[in-house]
């Protein structure tokens, strides 16, 4: 097939999964889309609960193994929709609807890069494609599921939208749930330990934290309380507040690193960390993949949002049609040219690899 058809075909395709729900765990409509895209071009795959993945034709155990992975599940719209979210629509050159962004553009152009390359025979990488499920929750069926159940991974091209610019660094994600507690009492009454002021210290901690050791690519590790809640009557002193601090980490640390450092050191009755598997990801700037980027003009630079990348303990790259500024926003959209270009430059860049 041509690249013009691959690219009609997979526009085809985005328009049929924005019109199909996908919410997070409730992508067994669009898995189906997707079993009917290889069913059609004749490529063998496996549905594994709403991931669908395939190797090339030429699948060569002692080759290194490259994935090419997006996913096919999106948030709920918010309220700030002035079209249907659930209707592709075309105006002005712009695919609206939801998911079309994040990361539906990225998906539909990784399945038709990896069509274009599924029969080529001698090439240097094996490839395995997974369009997987979960991903924006982070939910246990994901692509993390897939790791022991697909080939050994070496290398990742992660599709999310990045103006096609290589993403060569993304920032972990550690969430803490604190308390800072104090003495209930009646609010008619004196309390010198009342757990509501006992919190001002503890969020001027928090906001004047700092971590001393910058990255190149992602900067500062980044803390930021981003929930509180306390107290249930006007009359009545609670006992504690709670909070909840959300750390994008560089790849300076690990997460267990940022655990221990706050455990240690913040001044709250208690912090735990609700998971410590979001791990900051990286690919060295002198990869081959990252120099191919280059060579065809593509920049770099480091994500500050995480993706399915955080599961993978290879190298992988972040790359994608779209504009991450766009995700999750109302109205939501796509640039049909950036998927045209997406699958182009795909496509030249393991040109230069395989």
Not at 46 to 53: E, F
Request: aromatic share 6%.
């Amino acid at each position: 097939m041509t690249t013009q058809q691959l690219t009609e075909e997979a526009i085809l395709l985005l328009k049929n999964l924005i019109e199909t729900q996908s919410f997070s765990s409730e992508e067994d409509k669009t898995a189906q889309l997707i079993e009917a895209w290889f069913i059609q071009k004749n490529i063998p795959y496996t549905r594994t609960k709403n991931n669908v993945w395939a190797t090339n034709a030429d699948f060569t155990e002692g080759k290194p193994t490259l994935l090419l992975n997006s996913h096919h599940d999106t948030v709920k719209p918010n309220n700030g929709y002035t079209k249907d979210p659930l209707k592709a629509i075309v105006e002005d050159g712009k695919l609206y609807g939801l998911g079309s962004n994040d990361a539906g553009g990225c998906l539909v152009s990784l399945i038709a890069t990896f069509t274009y390359f599924y029969n080529k025979p001698n090439l240097k990488y094996n490839l395995v494609l997974v369009a997987s499920a979960e991903e924006e929750s982070s939910g246990p069926n994901g692509l993390n599921s897939m790791l022991s159940i697909i080939p050994k991974i070496d290398v990742a091209i992660v599709g999310e939208p990045t103006l096609m610019n290589l993403a060569i660094a993304e920032k972990g994600l550690v969430v803490f749930d604190a308390k800072v507690k104090g003495t209930p009492s009646h609010a008619a009454h004196p309390n010198n330990d009342n757990a509501i002021y006992n919190t001002i210290e503890v969020l001027n901690w928090f906001k004047d934290y700092k971590f001393d050791r910058p990255s190149e690519s992602l900067g500062d590790v980044k803390m930021t309380v981003s929930q509180i809640s306390a107290g249930k009557q006007h009359n009545a002193i609670p006992a504690e507040v709670e909070l909840v601090i959300d750390v994008r980490v560089n790849d300076k640390y690990t997460n267990a690193e940022i655990n221990d450092i706050l455990v240690k050191e913040a001044p709250c009755t208690e912090i735990v960390a609700r998971s410590l598997r979001l791990n900051s990801s990286s690919i060295p700037k002198d990869h081959e993949l990252v120099k191919a980027g280059i060579e065809i003009g593509r920049t770099t630079y480091g994500s500050p949002t995480l993706s399915d990348q955080s599961v993978l303990s290879c190298s992988s790259l972040k790359l994608g049609p779209g504009d991450s500024t766009r995700s999750h926003s109302a109205d939501e959209f796509i640039y049909l040219n950036e998927i045209e270009e997406g699958i182009k430059i795909y496509i030249q860049l393991l040109e230069k690899i395989l």
